[in-house]
């Protein structure tokens, strides 16, 4: 009928937070350079996939200080999906290994599933523990 509306359901956020080293002279690491990009990539095609699900990805950036890293160098390239760590929506076992120079000495989080380590956190796995995290919101 003319004059009435569909009532929209409500749009749930997915909160997807990333932290990374930022040098004093806006650097970071490669690692975390290629962390983003994917990010990026896939923020914007699983806002397309759950859109239909009322579920809306958002993508929130933080910075680590060299101070905080050299202390706590495994939080920096660490992502939280739904305020859980990807790790523990892949059954990942988080390690290091020496990484750049705007790292220093400190050795840098990599992310192990199975026998294979990343580095840089591909689309790919965020993607998985994304639509994990989608699946436990909508259960």
């Not at 994917?38 to 806002?47: D, F, G, I, M």
């Not at 996939?49 to 958002?58: D, F, N, T, V």
């Not at 920096?76 to 059954?91: C, Q, V």
């Not at 750049?100 to 965020?126: Q, W």
């Amino acid at each position: 009928m003319a004059g009435h509306r569909r009532a929209r359901a409500a749009v749930k956020l997915l909160p997807i937070r990333w932290q990374r080293l930022v040098t004093a002279g806006g650097e970071t690491c490669m690692r975390c350079h290629g962390t983003q990009r994917e990010l990026r990539r896939a923020v914007r095609k699983l806002k397309e996939a759950l859109r239909p699900l009322g579920l809306k990805p958002i993508l929130q950036i933080s910075a680590l200080n060299a101070r905080t890293f050299k202390r706590r160098p495994s939080e920096s390239n660490r992502i939280w999906i739904a305020g859980r760590p990807m790790e523990d929506w892949l059954e990942a076992r988080v390690s290091s290994s020496r990484c750049c120079a705007a790292c220093g000495e400190s050795d840098c989080r990599t992310v192990e599933i199975g026998d294979a380590t990343f580095e840089v956190i591909p689309e790919r796995l965020v993607i998985k523990a994304v639509l994990i995290a989608a699946a436990d919101l909508i259960a």
